[in-house]
């Protein structure tokens, strides 16, 4: 079973449109978690921590189900800057020094 | 903001050579990191470094690789003899320890092209 799964998509929507993504990771003791963001061949981009209480930053709306080992993000009103692949990450370690593990990605195209 | 930076921005060798891809983490930083991307692929793990040491690998990080802070200021990993299958995305991170995980900082990487 990997580590942590995704939906490679891609995801089609129209501007405006809310899209939601899932994740699922396969180690109970996992403690930090996050989603990246990661434009065609650069380095992927630290988009926000997911918390078992839900988080919001604009836009954007993740979530934990630490039962479920299940993660989301929720993008609302899309805009075609948001096009990209979006990176479900967990850190088996609850400080900033363990190494990351990384999913597959799901892939986000916006359009007009 | 303060970033991490990585040369060369592309390289390209010839199977069985030597390279050394350096990174410059940010100046406070204590934590790094060495990952890779193939293209199509996700990223993953290849190595930390802390005190001088590593403090964790994985399985990919076999005798062929090695990494080093030669100064104060650069991280190196240095790939002995490359094979067609090291061709990738190798991204340099580096973190200050602190909870919000270590991924905060990723250099621009470096694509390595293996012929």
């Known amino acids: 079973r990997k580590e942590v799964e995704q939906d490679p998509g891609p995801f089609n929507v129209p501007e405006g449109a809310t899209v939601a993504f899932n994740c699922t990771y396969s180690?109970?003791?996992?403690?930090?978690f996050f989603w990246y963001r990661q434009d065609c061949r650069k380095e992927p981009k630290l988009l926000m921590s997911?918390?078992?209480s839900g988080n919001e930053d604009g836009r954007f709306t993740a979530q934990l189900n630490r039962a479920s080992q299940y993660i989301s993000l929720l993008i609302r009103d899309s805009k075609l800057s948001d096009s990209a692949t979006y990176l479900c990450?967990?850190?088996?370690?609850?400080?900033?020094?363990?190494?990351?593990?990384f999913g597959s990605g799901t892939r986000l195209q916006v359009q007009p | 903001e303060p970033e991490v930076t990585q040369t060369p921005s592309h390289q390209v060798t010839q199977m069985g050579q030597e390279v050394i891809l350096r990174c410059v983490p940010i100046?406070?930083?204590?934590?790094f990191y060495w990952y890779r991307q193939i293209l199509g692929q996700k990223v993953e793990f290849l190595v930390s470094?802390?005190?001088?040491?590593?403090?964790?690998k994985s399985e990919i990080f076999d005798d062929q690789f090695s990494v080093e802070r030669p100064d104060g200021s650069n991280f190196t990993l240095k790939i002995r003899s490359t094979k067609l299958e090291d061709s990738a995305m190798y991204f340099c991170?580096?973190?200050?320890?602190?909870?919000?995980?270590?991924?905060?900082?990723f250099g621009p990487g470096t694509r390595l092209t293996v012929l």
């Open positions: 991170a580096s973190s200050d320890g602190t909870s919000g995980g270590p991924g905060r900082f």
């Open positions: 180690n109970s003791a996992s403690q930090s």
């Open positions: 997911v918390y078992s």
């Open positions: 990450v967990v850190n088996n370690g609850d400080t900033g020094r363990r190494a990351l593990t």
């Open positions: 100046s406070n930083h204590l934590y």
């Open positions: 470094f802390y005190n001088n040491e590593i403090s964790e």
